[in-house]
């Protein structure tokens, strides 16, 4: 809990910063201006999305990098198979999320069956889903049209995509947090070995982490398309897994596996976003963002390190 | 080492602890876990330093910092868990960071030259090109030795040195530890097994939580005086009674069991009840029939009956389905998550069959405070985690998992490595507890004093086959050793 404190009270620095510094230059707190939060919770709700996926992954003690490729490729999927049949989004987008399901099963296979490195098998998923979807689309430009309530709607002045990371982060919470399911990942997380050991199906179990997060990563796709009308496949979603696993780690998920919250995800992936938007309402220069961000997460995660090494010396002292 | 005081927040680990080691001695270093053995040497090795006291070596005043300070004054320690790189050949490991140089390159010709003169030094016969990965856990020892020695280390302290060893190992190991006192090297010798510090040390010196409770000369060493200084009170019956013998029914029958790395079918039987030792030198496969037998290595042929009905085991699930307990050899790896709190270790086995699929803390903290009672876990809370309790109760957590789920046979391999003789004690009675109450109980074990102190009767193994089953009224040193080495029963 201690670490959720602490992204949130950067969390509101940050905000707390950027309002500060537009006051006493331009006179006006821009940040909640007219369409900027709205703007803002839009785009939190949907890495939040995909980084709950990648963040459920990443404390079961794995890595999922093809995050990036399912949101482009699932984008691509609709756009065409709507335009070239007919058929209703929902109807595709079901269709899409059963995909999704279907390549989860897969990383679970290879990587419980046949032992594989995580990163490996999702790093050829990557390349391969990014490959197919330009194969298929000939690398041109889909429109989607009709179907940009998803992605642009609001509900009580809220953005939808904000609403579905509130509800998927609910039931993903309660589920990591009320079933024995929970307890189990993050176990496996710590010591798959030991909790295989103690009767409980890794396999099962690993699997159905990665099915999570194909199908967080497919309802981003979705949503993104919706958003934007249109997919381009070469790059849509293109590095998006990178976000996905800092969003992650600034909430708190360590590499090694067996921590983390849903909570602390989604303050993670608002905070990116907060970042962001900080960076283009204070006049910084665009092409200094990534380095900006860069420094921010790293900085987080060195001083949250530190932080754990002090702790754990005074227990372990104590011990003798 | 006068009056060495240690703090740590919350705990006095040494309270103006004295230790002097003679030249050309071997000191035994024997207490508890928690009694500060391992602080003291730290201190020595510089890898804290003493709030009080001080150290002098040779007369002479000496501040310990770092160390490196400590090996400069030719002091080295040789952990339990070695420190060497197993991808590299000896000589390498011998001078590894310190090798001789031409200019900037090494000087392999000396270095060669000067590993032969250690390796002899320490009795090693191995060519000094083998990669030490491919050594004995005995012959990888005796590098660490030589690699102590090649930083001119007039103090030797060897942590635990035999937990891996073979007896004829171990036996080496002495031999060595004897050459060098004759050279003048002074050693520290920390071991849990009373009868090796017997054996090797002339004099040992006793702690008990935190201070210095006693020295005993050569000529008084036996294992009852140490016990009774480590523990503080006598330790009479430190095995508890054997069960009497009544009929009981067979709770598990293994059949033709076969599995890689067995060399011929495994079949025995295991009564409800009865403490099954199972014996035999590293290495013979105790371990893997354990894993067959358990699920977690497929097996290739053979039936496993638990009270007569045939039972399909080709998972810990189905093990535990039906009704099997095991808790595996290696403890922090397998036996525990470290990382996790103790009611979560505990639960984690049962927890999923309280209230399915939803998670039940009440219930959990329930079962988690029973057993911590029953078994009496020490611990702050139920919220410590596993890591920082000490060994004996680190594994009196590895055992509280399964006897939450009341199984009716219990498998354990090598219940007491690595445990002080007070917790040691504990566990035997809680293991012959339960097999009065009617848990058939298999105990797997390197320790024969253990293994005959315990077991009501005694299986043995050798590479892979089992070699013979010893009654109660059979049991006995020479012939658990005869069939460990490959002796058949009978002849």
Known sequence: ???????????????????????????????????????????????????????????????????????????????????????????????????CVLLGVWHGFLIGRFNLQPFIVTLCTLLLLRGLGRGISGGVSQNLAHFSYLGNGSFLHVPIPFWILVVLGLIIGFFMNFTVYGRYLYAIGRNEEAVRYSGIKVNRMRTGAYVTCAVLAGIAGIVSVSYTGEVQPANAGLMFELWAIAAAVLGGCSLRGGEGSILGIIIGAALIKVMYNGINLLGVNTEWEWAVIGIVILGGVIADAAYKQKAARRVKSAKG | MQGITKRFPGVLA???????????????????????????????????????????????????????????????????????????????????????????????????????????????????????????????????????????????????PTSSLTPTEAEKLFEVMRRLKNSGVSMVYISH?????????????????????????????????????????????????????????????????????????????????????????????????????????????????????????????????????????????????????????????????????????????????????????????????VQFLSGGNQQKVALAKWLSLNPRILILDEPTRGIDIGSKSEIYKLIRNLADSGVAVIMVSSELEEIIGLSDRVMVMHEGKCTGTLAQDEINEERIMQLATGGVHGA
């Open chain 1, 1 to 99: 809990m201690k670490k959720i404190l602490g992204i949130t009270l950067l969390l509101a620095g940050l905000i707390a910063a950027i309002c500060i510094y537009q006051m006493t230059s331009t006179g006006s707190a821009a940040f909640f201006g007219s369409g900027n939060l709205s703007n803002l919770a839009q785009r939190i709700g949907i890495l939040g999305i995909y980084a709950i996926g990648a963040g459920i992954v990443i404390l079961s003690g794995g890595i999922d990098l093809s995050i990036g490729s399912v949101i482009g490729f699932s984008g691509v999927v609709m756009a065409m198979a709507v335009n070239a049949w007919g058929l209703s989004p929902w109807v595709v987008a079901l269709g899409v999320i059963a995909m």
């Open chain 2, 193 to 385: 097994r009373l009868s090796e510090v017997q054996e090797i040390c002339d004099r040992v010196v006793v702690l008990r939580d935190g201070e210095r409770v006693g020295e005993i000369p050569k000529e008084s060493i036996a294992a009852s005086e140490m016990v009774k200084l480590m523990v503080g009170r006598d330790i009479s019956r430190f095995f508890p009674q054997h069960g009497e013998h009544k009929e009981s029914a067979v709770a598990m029958s293994v059949k033709g069991l076969r599995y890689e790395g067995c060399k011929s079918d495994i079949t025995f039987d295991l009564y409800s009840g009865e403490i099954l030792g199972v014996a035999g030198l590293v290495g013979a496969g105790r371990t893997e029939l354990m894993g067959a037998i358990f699920g977690i290595e497929p097996k290739s042929s053979g039936e496993v009956l638990i009270y007569g009905q045939s039972a399909d085991i080709r998972s810990p699930a189905d093990a535990i389905r039906a009704s099997m307990g095991l808790v595996p050899e290696d403890r922090k790896a397998l036996g525990v998550i470290l990382e996790m709190c103790v009611s979560e270790n505990i639960t984690l086995p049962s927890i999923g069959s309280y209230n399915p699929p939803f998670m039940d803390r009440k219930r959990e903290k329930q079962v988690a405070t029973e057993q911590v009672a029953a078994l009496d876990i020490k611990t702050p809370s139920l919220t410590h985690d």
């Open chain 2, 14 to 160: 040494l309270n103006r602890v004295d230790f002097e080691l003679f030249p050309a001695e071997i000191c035994g270093l024997i207490g508890e876990n928690g009694a500060g053995k391992s602080t003291l040497i730290r201190i020595l090795a510089g890898i804290f330093q003493a709030d009080d006291g001080e150290i002098s070596l040779h007369s002479q005043p000496v501040r310990i910092l770092s160390v490196q300070d400590s090996l400069a004054l030719g002091v080295s320690v040789i952990h339990q868990e070695l420190n060497l790189a197993s991808n590299l050949d000896i000589a390498s490991n011998i001078f590894l960071g310190r090798e001789p140089r031409k200019g900037l390159l090494v000087d392999r010709k000396e270095l060669y030259a000067r590993s032969a003169e250690l390796a002899s030094r320490v009795g090693m016969t191995a060519p000094l090109t083998t990669l030490v990965e491919k050594l004995s856990p005995g012959e990888q020892q005796l590098v660490e030795i030589a690699k102590a020695l090649s930083a001119e280390a007039r103090i030797l302290v060897l942590d635990e």
